[in-house]
């Protein structure tokens, strides 16, 4: 794991220019990659190539970079890892028996299968996860490559003439003299909406993100070309054709073979190698699988806090007690939760408000201090029906089939009738278990879902922070989304698989995996994500919905397996999200500190927010009016990071 940089500019003023121009770049992107740096520059071409480098496999010098292919046609700056490079370079092989390798890397494995290849056809060949960039010296062309599921970052600007920048994280192009810092107001919407800013949006002006399954081919002269060599849209859609109609048991041992499979190729590492454990089905079956192909206990790593609210450590360690892993816990005291507050804008370069950063920032860092590799669990959410709102969004749409829509609309006027407040005042004589918290916003919320007709309307504001943006800011201008195309309900007609989709295109990219890079990332480790495997994706997408989905619960295959592994009755509870108390902070520990940044000054400094409306907001947070921490969280993540990088 890596971190990589690099300027293409037709317009450059030579070796001198661009290696002060490049080292900047690459040297602030050091906790990407602590162990070694290294530049390629070409004054002749126009091109820079940067990279920092986490030794995982071949941590010699044989396993460098910036790296040529052999025949000094082909060089790259590659962040990721391959899986399948043994097969990769028995392929490799065969097709060129006079290769002669210099070492064991999977960097000088890809670069011969582009030589052999080109790059289009190398890279459908991979397995893995990457961000990377190949330097063709014949024909003198940058390509830019970003995994199929988006595991990786890739950012990239243009330049004058067809060049341009890219780096693996903003800061990267912060360095760089006239870089545009102006703030994208629609990137600003979308994020307000979701707590992250999707791709291709960064929250610059003209600076992009490259989408995930996507390359970029640029030369002196030429507008860039984006291309997409896996579509997540064709094979939804080609999956929902061909649905697997075996029965569940035969379903789930396919799956368990190839979970067992992509799991293996993820524990090849030169460096000490572990997992985040966290006890829910996706972690706990990750380690399972584990330790079933190891012959020495896995280190499984998992906090805790003290709130029992938000404590999964306990479920984690009873996992790992009938495992048999080498567990490590470590309980979070609040204060130094809520110290890692001010790391935050540091830690995520542009706004980032899920605020799970914190807690997986934390298991991140503690894992670092025994491991470099460390597995995780993320991905089954979104592949296999995790989220309540898989199972209960096929119940709206078949309300709105069988409801009129007027009659709908006005049911959920009426509920809306009533203030949150009212509602909250009005229901409190129920038990404390029969009552959820702040019921009343929680009926507000049901109720505006109830006038949406159209899945991608319902998805829209389910995910919504602020459920319209427009309150919050002085001009909002929503970018168009994956769920404002209305054509995709024609591909993917189950509701619940259509959800599916919309996670995968949006929240996993832009908000989970973002979150899991920056957090690990921070800290030097190597995050990996089997159950986003490719073939793992593609085959989920054949599944039934029998085999997702039963009742309320979601995620029925991995159950299914995991059971094989570990006893029913320590993995089946309630499903829990990696969560702090984060409402409660605010109107407690952290009162000051929100004060602060939500002050009419403070607000007023970016010119972007309608600063009447938050401080509204705000007051009604913290008198407990109405639960608003989720759009609070959002102003205060983008208040933080404009302060740490926007404000001179």
């Given at each position: 794991m890596c971190g990589i940089a690099g300027i293409f500019d037709p317009a450059g003023r030579g070796t001198a220019d661009l290696k002060q121009r490049l080292a900047p770049m690459v040297g602030v992107l050091a906790h990407r990659g602590p162990d070694a740096d290294g530049l390629w520059i070409d004054a002749d071409a126009d091109i820079g190539l940067g990279h920092r480098r986490l030794s995982i496999v071949d941590v010699t010098s044989a396993g460098a970079q910036p790296m040529a292919s052999a025949d000094g046609r082909w060089i790259t700056t590659y962040n990721g890892e391959l899986y399948n490079t043994a097969d990769l370079r028995t392929e490799v092989e065969q097709a060129n028996a006079g290769v002669?390798?210099?070492?064991?890397?999977?960097?000088?494995?890809?670069?011969?299968?582009?030589?052999?290849?080109?790059?289009?056809?190398?890279?459908?060949?991979?397995?893995?996860?990457?961000?990377?960039?190949?330097?063709?010296?014949?024909?003198?062309?940058?390509?830019?490559?970003?995994?199929?599921?988006?595991?990786?970052?890739?950012?990239?600007?243009?330049?004058?003439?067809?060049?341009?920048?890219?780096?693996?994280?903003?800061?990267?192009?912060?360095?760089?003299?006239?870089?545009?810092?102006?703030?994208?107001?629609?990137?600003?919407?979308?994020?307000?909406?979701?707590?992250?800013?999707?791709?291709?949006?960064?929250?610059?002006?003209?600076?992009?993100?490259?989408?995930?399954?996507?390359?970029?081919?640029?030369e002196a002269g030429k507008e860039p070309k984006l291309s997409c060599?896996?579509?997540?849209?064709?094979?939804?859609?080609?999956?929902?054709?061909?649905?697997?109609?075996?029965?569940?048991?035969?379903?789930?041992?396919?799956?368990?073979?190839?979970?067992?499979?992509?799991?293996?190729?993820?524990?090849?590492?030169?460096v000490p190698l572990g997992a985040l454990l966290s006890g829910g089905i996706d972690s706990s079956l990750v380690v399972a699988l584990m330790q079933a192909k190891s012959s020495r206990p896995i280190r499984t790593f998992t906090i805790g806090f003290r709130d029992k609210r938000y404590n999964e450590a306990d479920d984690a360690r009873r996992v790992a007690e009938h495992l048999g892993t080498a567990h490590t816990e470590l309980v979070v005291e609040p204060a130094v939760a809520q110290a890692t507050i001010a790391r935050l804008p540091d830690i995520y370069d542009e706004p980032f408000a899920d605020s799970s950063q914190i807690p997986t920032f934390l298991v991140s860092e503690l894992a670092r201090r025994s491991v470099t590799v460390a597995l995780s669990g993320d991905g089954g959410d979104e592949g296999f029906g995790g989220y309540v709102r898989h199972h209960w969004i096929n119940r709206l749409n078949a309300w709105n089939r069988f409801v009129p829509g007027p009659l709908s609309r006005t049911l959920g006027g009426s509920l809306r009738l009533l203030s949150p407040t009212a509602w909250d005042a009005l229901l409190r004589p129920l038990p404390a278990r029969l009552r959820p918290t702040f019921v009343g916003d929680k009926i507000h919320k049901a109720a505006a879902l109830m006038a949406l007709g159209e899945t991608g309307q319902i998805y829209r504001q389910t995910i919504a922070q602020w459920a319209e943006p427009s309150r919050a800011l002085q001009q909002a201008n929503e970018p168009s989304a994956v769920w404002d195309d209305r054509a995709i309900a024609n591909d993917v007609p189950d509701p619940s698989a259509l959800t599916?989709?919309?996670?995968?295109?949006?929240?996993?990219?832009?908000?989970?995996?973002?979150?899991?890079?920056?957090?690990?990332?921070?800290?030097?480790?190597?995050?990996?994500?089997?159950?986003?495997?490719?073939?793992?994706?593609?085959?989920?997408?054949?599944?039934?919905?029998?085999?997702?989905?039963?009742?309320?619960?979601?995620?029925?295959?991995?159950?299914?397996?995991?059971?094989?592994?570990?006893?029913?009755?320590?993995?089946?509870?309630?499903?829990?999200?990696?969560?702090?108390?984060?409402?409660?902070?605010?109107?407690?520990?952290?009162?000051?500190?929100?004060?602060?940044?939500?002050?009419?000054?403070?607000?007023?400094?970016?010119?972007?927010?309608?600063?009447?409306?938050?401080?509204?907001?705000?007051?009604?947070?913290?008198?407990?009016i109405r639960d608003w921490q989720y759009p609070l969280w959002t102003i205060l993540m983008f208040q933080a990071w404009h302060n740490r990088w926007a404000v001179k």
């Amino acid at each position: 794991m890596c971190g990589i940089a690099g300027i293409f500019d037709p317009a450059g003023r030579g070796t001198a220019d661009l290696k002060q121009r490049l080292a900047p770049m690459v040297g602030v992107l050091a906790h990407r990659g602590p162990d070694a740096d290294g530049l390629w520059i070409d004054a002749d071409a126009d091109i820079g190539l940067g990279h920092r480098r986490l030794s995982i496999v071949d941590v010699t010098s044989a396993g460098a970079q910036p790296m040529a292919s052999a025949d000094g046609r082909w060089i790259t700056t590659y962040n990721g890892e391959l899986y399948n490079t043994a097969d990769l370079r028995t392929e490799v092989e065969q097709a060129n028996a006079g290769v002669r390798w210099r070492g064991h890397s999977d960097t000088e494995v890809l670069l011969e299968a582009v030589s052999l290849w080109g790059v289009a056809e190398a890279i459908k060949r991979c397995n893995g996860m990457f961000a990377l960039a190949f330097w063709d010296r014949r024909e003198r062309r940058l390509w830019l490559v970003r995994d199929r599921i988006g595991i990786k970052p890739l950012y990239w600007t243009k330049l004058p003439r067809g060049g341009l920048l890219f780096g693996s994280e903003l800061r990267a192009f912060r360095s760089c003299p006239g870089f545009n810092t102006r703030i994208d107001t629609k990137a600003v919407s979308a994020y307000l909406r979701s707590a992250c800013i999707p791709a291709p949006h960064s929250i610059y002006e003209e600076t992009y993100k490259l989408p995930p399954g996507h390359s970029l081919c640029a030369e002196a002269g030429k507008e860039p070309k984006l291309s997409c060599y896996w579509d997540l849209r064709q094979i939804a859609a080609d999956g929902q054709r061909h649905i697997d109609g075996r029965s569940q048991e035969e379903l789930a041992d396919d799956l368990e073979a190839l979970l067992a499979d992509a799991v293996v190729r993820q524990m090849v590492s030169d460096v000490p190698l572990g997992a985040l454990l966290s006890g829910g089905i996706d972690s706990s079956l990750v380690v399972a699988l584990m330790q079933a192909k190891s012959s020495r206990p896995i280190r499984t790593f998992t906090i805790g806090f003290r709130d029992k609210r938000y404590n999964e450590a306990d479920d984690a360690r009873r996992v790992a007690e009938h495992l048999g892993t080498a567990h490590t816990e470590l309980v979070v005291e609040p204060a130094v939760a809520q110290a890692t507050i001010a790391r935050l804008p540091d830690i995520y370069d542009e706004p980032f408000a899920d605020s799970s950063q914190i807690p997986t920032f934390l298991v991140s860092e503690l894992a670092r201090r025994s491991v470099t590799v460390a597995l995780s669990g993320d991905g089954g959410d979104e592949g296999f029906g995790g989220y309540v709102r898989h199972h209960w969004i096929n119940r709206l749409n078949a309300w709105n089939r069988f409801v009129p829509g007027p009659l709908s609309r006005t049911l959920g006027g009426s509920l809306r009738l009533l203030s949150p407040t009212a509602w909250d005042a009005l229901l409190r004589p129920l038990p404390a278990r029969l009552r959820p918290t702040f019921v009343g916003d929680k009926i507000h919320k049901a109720a505006a879902l109830m006038a949406l007709g159209e899945t991608g309307q319902i998805y829209r504001q389910t995910i919504a922070q602020w459920a319209e943006p427009s309150r919050a800011l002085q001009q909002a201008n929503e970018p168009s989304a994956v769920w404002d195309d209305r054509a995709i309900a024609n591909d993917v007609p189950d509701p619940s698989a259509l959800t599916r989709y919309f996670d995968m295109m949006h929240y996993l990219p832009n908000d989970i995996l973002t979150k899991v890079d920056r957090a690990s990332m921070a800290v030097s480790l190597e995050a990996r994500v089997p159950l986003l495997d490719h073939r793992v994706v593609e085959y989920s997408w054949r599944l039934p919905r029998s085999a997702l989905i039963g009742g309320s619960k979601g995620k029925i295959i991995l159950r299914r397996i995991l059971h094989k592994y570990v006893p029913r009755d320590l993995v089946e509870r309630p499903k829990a999200g990696f969560a702090i108390p984060i409402g409660d902070w605010i109107r407690g520990p952290l009162s000051d500190w929100a004060a602060d940044l939500l002050s009419d000054s403070s607000l007023a400094s970016s010119g972007l927010f309608n600063v009447a409306e938050i401080r509204r907001v705000f007051a009604e947070h913290q008198a407990g009016i109405r639960d608003w921490q989720y759009p609070l969280w959002t102003i205060l993540m983008f208040q933080a990071w404009h302060n740490r990088w926007a404000v001179k």
